[in-house]
């Protein structure tokens, strides 16, 4: 009570003593202050105490409140101020020192006590008017040394800006109190600040910059300080939360994982729904009830007849009862089995066999063949048709003169006024007559139909998607050539490609990049050239003309596989390896192995091979020591077998029947195949004796392979047909297939992969999978997989040759347009 009273000494004094009117709105916070007619700053006089409470209930008025509210508000502030002003801090007060702020800012340890006082006083200045803040600054030297004593509980949550009476500033001041909104996972996001400016974008690519991003302003973000892998360590092993926390690569800082997130990964992990509030059976909700609900469509009363018994029901019904009790309305007797029928069929077989069931008569009568119906009637057939209906006169004379079997009507259009006049019809009898005829005379038979659909017919194949890899786009063309593009060879390395052309050439090309390595000038067409399969060796053979020449490229071996292959080459010229074997040659043979002459043997040339004929095919052992070559020359002489280690050559067919096509030798077994115009013959070499002959059923065989298993063969026709040949079975085809339009020029097996291919003159490339099982019982499986389309037609002639790679699943081809492609 003596604070009190003091209090209101000290409040009485000051309002005693002239003070000047603070202004509600301060000049520095830079906001514009209506200027009022009848009031100037100018004219500022001295304010009483009743002038200010006259005042003061103005500006209750002008904020909402009413007067009795202000008075009161007064009372109660002149009442509680003793007690208030002990807990006023100086840097509530606007206009304080700059040394007290330096002074608050430096004790940045305070107590919980000294934020609640603030906290209070803030409250407090909120409460005062204007003119009250300068009765606090008086008052401020004694709270410093007097006691202080406890507030009233405020709930400051619910305090509005009436109760601040116009104190913009304690508003403020008020404000900045409240506690600030934490964002949580509840609420909206879309407003903060990302950590991340940089975007989508990888976070690789600033891994050798000292910043992460720019701001806003276009200054660099830099990256938060990284410890090395030891600090880590130690820091991971005394951080018990080590194991819940994860890197967030895109805003470079680590993560603490929460409980709950902690349980979604979990329940991820275990492959349950994420929400664990989530009830999958929760009870069915009948938005729209099954139950219907019985209701009348109107609402007037039933009539009297719905619920009294009608009177003329009655009279019917015991009408039908006395005829019931007369006899004259019996029950159906069902018919006997030796009953007539009344009606007869006519179709009916004549001797039924007494075993017939009446279900199977059932059957036969179902499939009983309707009889034709009659023609509608057209617009000249009514009585008043149309004039461009009726006939002309000479048309009438030319249908009188026309025989009636012969005519295409049996009546003329006519016209009448009305239907009334129309006679009646003087062949209507007859016509009649003929129809009963035709329903019951004439001889009908039900031709009975399969109704076959195209889908069912076609065999259930695998999808292609589903057999890769196979060849399917065109990756890389290899251009050079000025001529047509015979043959084409991979080495056993798979890097290098050999190609024979028309333009005299031998080109070597690099498979990956395209690059022509070198070029041997033959000065003759190429028609065949073919790499040694022999991996010790590096030794390829081109057939150019009447001769063959074996070539060593130097460059693409190094110094032992060099020395091997000149030792495989040159062997037969020593002149002591063949006195050793002591054999003389067979001059019968249009052969004769010849040194090259300087010039070729510096483009690497070694050994040449001159015939009496053009070479057309040359084919190597799978050794990499013999060497067949056909000529177009006719009979056994076309054939001929070379060894390269030796220089010698022999015949191994003295006669054969039909000209030869091509030739080949068996990938596992000593066997030689011979392909003919009509017929493909496998000899066993060892015991020189035919063991069977193929009969693909084509008129012209183009091209055979043999599968690396060697089981089995396909064959190629110039008449557009394909034929798999399976060793084991049979001599005839085992599948068919004719799906070029054009000629088919090459077959080729994979040696790797289940895949073969055909080339063909309408420039197209078919690209099939063909799997060969270990399982004798099961059959091989064959289905197309693409179309390759690329090369250009030249006078008639498309695709000439196509290989498969020897290790990846591409396929090489040339054509008659001088270009080599290669599709992966």
């Known amino acids: 009570m003596v604070g009190q009273n003091k209090s209101k000494k000290r409040g009485a004094a000051s309002r005693e003593t002239p003070v000047e009117k603070a202004p509600l709105f301060p000049k520095s916070k830079g906001i514009d202050v209506p200027s009022d007619p009848e009031y100037s700053s100018d004219d500022e006089e001295e304010v009483e ?80 008017s204007t003119d009250d803040q300068h009765t606090a600054v008086d008052s401020q030297d004694e709270v410093e040394g007097g006691s202080e004593e406890e507030l009233d509980e405020v709930n400051m949550d619910k305090l509005t800006i009436r109760d601040f009476v116009g104190d913009i500033q304690g508003w403020k001041e008020y404000r900045k109190t409240l506690p600030q909104i ?23 690519w600033y891994e050798d910059y000292p910043h992460i991003g720019y701001d806003l302003d276009g200054k660099r973000i830099l990256k938060p300080a990284t410890a ?26 680590d993560v603490k994982l929460s409980e709950e997130e902690i349980d979604i990964i979990r329940r991820i992990q275990g492959g349950n729904i994420p929400d664990a509030d989530y009830n999958p059976y929760e009870e069915t909700v009948e938005w729209f009830t099954s139950k219907t609900m019985q209701m009348p469509l109107s609402g007037a009363p039933l009539a009297k007849r719905g619920f009294i018994p009608s009177k003329w029901e009655h009279k019917r019904v015991m009408k039908i009862v006395r005829a019931i009790r007369q006899g004259r309305i019996t029950r159906s007797s069902a018919p006997s089995k030796d009953a007539k029928p009344r009606f007869y069929d006519v179709w009916e077989k004549a001797e039924q066999n007494e075993d017939d069931s009446a279900q199977q008569k059932r059957l036969a009568r179902r499939a009983r063949m309707p009889a034709p119906r009659l023609t509608l009637p057209s617009h000249d057939e009514s009585y008043h048709p149309p004039a461009e209906y009726l006939p002309s006169e000479a048309e009438r004379q030319s249908w009188l003169d026309e ?124 028609h065949m050239v073919a790499w040694c399969p022999s991996a010790d060796v590096c030794v390829f053979a081109a057939a150019a003309g009447s001769r063959t020449v074996i070539v060593i490229p130097s460059e693409l071996c190094d110094e032992h596989k060099r020395l091997l292959s000149e030792e495989l080459v040159r062997a037969g010229f020593n002149s002591a390896a063949q006195a050793e074997e002591g054999e003389e040659e067979d001059d019968s043979l249009p052969v004769s192995w010849d040194m090259p002459t300087s010039a070729e043997q510096a483009t690497g040339i070694h050994v040449s091979v001159t015939m009496h004929k053009t070479v057309k095919s040359v084919m190597w052992h799978r050794r ?19 060894q390269v280690s030796k220089h010698k050559s022999q015949r191994p067919f003295r006669k054969l029947k039909g000209a030869v096509q091509s030739i080949m030798f068996h990938p596992t077994k000593p066997w030689f195949l011979v392909a003919t115009q009509r017929y493909v013959r496998i000899y066993n070499l060892m015991q020189q004796a035919l063991i069977k002959t193929l009969q693909p059923g084509v008129k012209w065989i183009s091209s055979i392979d043999v599968h690396p298993q060697g089981d089995n063969v396909i064959v190629g026709s110039y008449d557009k047909k394909l034929s798999w ?51 004798l019982n099961q059959n091989p499986l064959i289905v197309p997989l693409k179309i390759l389309r ?35």
């Open 49 to 128: 105490e009743g002038d200010f409470d006259e005042m003061l209930k103005e500006m209750a008025s002008d904020q909402g409140i009413g007067s009795d509210d202000a008075g009161d508000s007064l009372d109660e502030e002149e009442v509680e101020e003793g007690d208030d002003e002990s807990d006023i801090h100086s840097s509530d007060i606007e206009g304080a020192s700059s040394e007290d702020g330096d002074d608050e800012s430096e004790d940045g340890d305070e107590s919980e006590e000294s934020d609640n006082e603030e906290d209070s006083s803030l409250v407090r200045v909120a409460s005062r």
């Open 182 to 204: 934490d964002a949580g996972y509840a609420s909206d996001s879309s407003t903060e600040d990302p950590a991340n400016t940089i975007g989508n974008v990888p976070i690789e």
């Open 228 to 253: 090395d892998e030891l600090d880590k360590f130690l820091a991971n092993m005394d951080d018990p939360d080590v194991f819940r926390t994860a890197r967030d690569e895109v805003n470079q800082q």
């Open 403 to 526: 025989d009636p079997d012969h005519r295409k009507k049996n009546y003329l259009p006519q016209d009448f006024g009305s239907l009334r006049s129309v006679p009646g019809y003087e062949r209507f009898v007859q016509e009649r007559f003929q129809r009963c005829l035709d329903l019951y005379l004439a001889p009908r038979m039900l031709k009975r139909t399969t109704q076959l659909n195209a889908e069912e017919l076609m065999p259930k194949l695998p999808d292609p998607r589903d057999l890769r890899p196979f060849p399917s786009v065109e990756s890389l063309v290899y251009l050079g050539h000025t001529g047509r593009v015979r043959s084409i060879s991979v080495d056993p390395t798979g890097l290098w490609l050999l190609s024979g052309s028309d333009d005299g050439t031998v080109r070597l090309w690099e498979i990956v990049s395209g690059r022509c390595a070198k070029i041997w000038d033959l000065k003759e067409t190429v």
């Open 624 to 642: 990499g020591d013999y060497l067949a070559t056909l000529t177009s020359e006719e009979g056994g002489s076309s054939v001929l077998i070379h």
């Open 725 to 775: 040949f399976d060793l084991d079975l049979s001599v005839k085809p085992y599948r068919s297939i004719r799906y070029h339009r054009q000629a088919i020029r090459q077959v080729q097996y994979s040696r790797k992969f289940p895949l073969f291919a055909t080339t063909s003159d309408d420039g197209t490339i078919q690209v099939y999978h063909g799997m060969v099982y270990q399982d």
């Open 790 to 824: 690329g090369h250009e037609i030249r006078n008639s002639l498309g695709v000439l040759d196509c290989l498969f790679h020897p290790i990846q699943p591409w396929l090489i081809s040339s054509g008659a347009d001088g270009t080599i492609r290669l599709w992966t």
